[in-house]
């Protein structure tokens, strides 16, 4: 994605002209000007005239207007594809744009535009997700942005003092997670906050059935580790130093108490924060372990406390033979298998910090991530920073829950 295409496919596979392809790019720079200067009259100049298109020129003024108090730095696309029939075209483009103050890389989102010739020049009737691609947050209506101290929160459908409080939670959060973690980090979070699960699905690309249980999500990609691939989180962004977005599913944190709310922003502000620690080397139990260990750090609730599931299932007898595989993360499967592969990776990691130390246990999560590829990493990680090897490791974390949660 980024590269603009030599060979641009047209209509019954010839190439489209040279002409065409480099004229839709100059509308498009329009448009993305129009965005970055906050002109609306420009950006409604780039759409298809009434006599061409009746509407477009309505519904472009009504799109930008949703994206006008969104606090930009930066805006482009660039054309990847593109399929000409005569005075229609089809273009494939990545959009690029970044959040003022917040983003340190661009996020990166496919986009398929739709556009129409009319009187020698070209428009846009229609800019929409790419397939398989998620909405962006203005897409789905007018956005009101709340900026606290270490945060900016963005939220389509929600009251102004809704994200006040969604905003004070993650003001909260990072200075916990700095404690936690260390300072080399920004220290900043944006929130998203749209008006339901289903909203919340359109902007992770995905079926709302499997987050309907799930308060939050971070999206981003995880470094790439040496000789291996990026490990996306749940959706969005891209770009070796990542834009993060925590995003929230309102049906699911809105029945949380004020503890719970306040675990989950800040799990999900140290995703944030380790992001660039976290590779395809990292496994989840210690990815979401580690955060999970964040979340509970200094609250003084016990682990029978805040792992019920696995406490149900040491006192009944089964202690997990091993840690969690990746695959019980899933979010369609069983809520119970997934809070016990939460749970389990949390106190493998309160472990650490208990009988190693809190500084160790960033240490060992810093070393597995900077490992060339998964396999071995933990391994590696376990004897260089904890001088044990991942069998010793299995035997003290299944006696460890048998002494906390028997």
């Known amino acids: 994605m980024g590269l603009l295409l030599a060979g641009l496919v047209g209509c019954g596979g010839a190439p489209a002209p040279d002409g065409a392809s480099a004229d839709v790019q100059r509308v498009l720079d329009r448009r993305a000007a129009a965005v970055r200067d906050g002109s609306e009259r420009a950006f409604v100049a780039t759409a298809a005239p009434a006599s061409a298109a009746p509407g477009e020129r309505a519904e472009a003024r009504t799109g930008f207007r949703n994206l006008r108090a969104v606090p930009l730095a930066g805006w482009s696309y660039r054309v990847t594809g593109l399929s000409r029939s005569g005075d229609r075209a089809t273009a494939d483009a990545d959009l690029r744009y970044r959040i003022a103050g917040h983003d340190r890389a661009p996020v990166v989102t496919a986009r398929t535009l739709s556009l129409l010739r009319a009187g020698g020049r070209w428009y846009v009737t229609a800019d929409r997700p790419a397939a398989g691609a998620g909405r962006q947050l203005w897409e789905q209506g007018t956005v009101t942005v709340v900026r606290g101290g270490s945060s900016l929160v963005l939220g389509v459908g929600q009251s102004r003092a809704a994200l006040r409080g969604y905003a004070g939670l993650a003001d909260r959060a990072v200075p916990a997670v700095r404690e936690a973690w260390g300072g080399d980090w920004p220290g900043r979070v944006v929130v998203l906050v749209p008006e339901s699960l289903e909203a919340m699905a359109q902007l992770l690309g995905a079926p709302a059935a499997g987050y309907r249980g799930i308060a939050a999500v971070t999206t981003g990609e995880v470094t790439e580790a040496k000789g291996g691939s990026p490990r996306p989180e749940a959706g969005g962004g891209s770009g070796r130093v990542p834009a993060d977005r925590i995003i929230v599913n309102p049906d699911a944190y809105g029945v949380l108490g004020s503890f719970g709310r306040q ?114 990493a933990v391994e590696t990680g376990m004897r260089e920073v904890l001088d044990t090897s991942p069998e010793e490791f299995t035997v003290r974390w299944r006696a460890y829950l048998r002494d906390r949660l028997g």
């Open 263 to 376: 675990v989950v922003l800040t799990h999900e502000t140290a995703h944030v924060a380790t992001r660039t620690a976290t590779s395809a080397a990292t496994p989840l139990w210690l990815s979401e372990g580690y955060a999970d260990w964040v979340g509970y750090r200094g609250t003084g609730r016990s682990a029978a406390q805040a792992a019920p599931e696995l406490r149900r299932a040491v006192a009944g007898g089964n202690v997990p033979a091993g840690l969690p595989a990746d695959g019980d993360f899933g979010f369609d499967g069983d809520a119970g298998k997934l809070a016990r592969a939460y749970e389990s990776g949390w106190l493998a990691c309160r472990m650490i910090a208990e009988r190693w130390g809190e500084v160790r246990l960033g240490e060992f999560y810093r070393a597995v991530g900077e490992h060339g590829k998964r396999a071995g």
